[in-house]
């Protein structure tokens, strides 16, 4: 099963990005790996052109994030239980 990729939503004025990489942090999840080691493994940075509305990378394990700017993300259409809440 092909896992969609991870999404990073940026600011209009964005030049730069960090952010993990989810499939990376599932596999470290299901692998048992140290949680500090799978920050390490998982986080992706870099530049964006900042007339760039779409932009791709990969991360270090050739999973694609896709960028995309936008002053606010939508919504999400359903919840989702692996999101992260604080509250």
Request: aromatic letters at 4%.
């Amino acid at each position: 099963m092909t896992r969609p990729p991870t999404t990073v939503w940026i600011a209009p004025s964005a030049t730069s990005f960090s952010c993990l990489c989810e499939a990376c942090l599932e596999h470290a999840r299901t692998s048992g790996a140290v949680f500090a080691d799978a920050l390490m493994q998982a986080s992706v940075r870099g530049v964006v052109p900042a007339e760039a509305e779409v932009s791709s990378r990969r991360c270090a394990a050739g999973h694609e994030i896709v960028l995309r700017r936008v002053a606010r993300p939508p919504s999400l259409a359903h919840h989702d239980d692996r999101q992260l809440v604080l509250g």
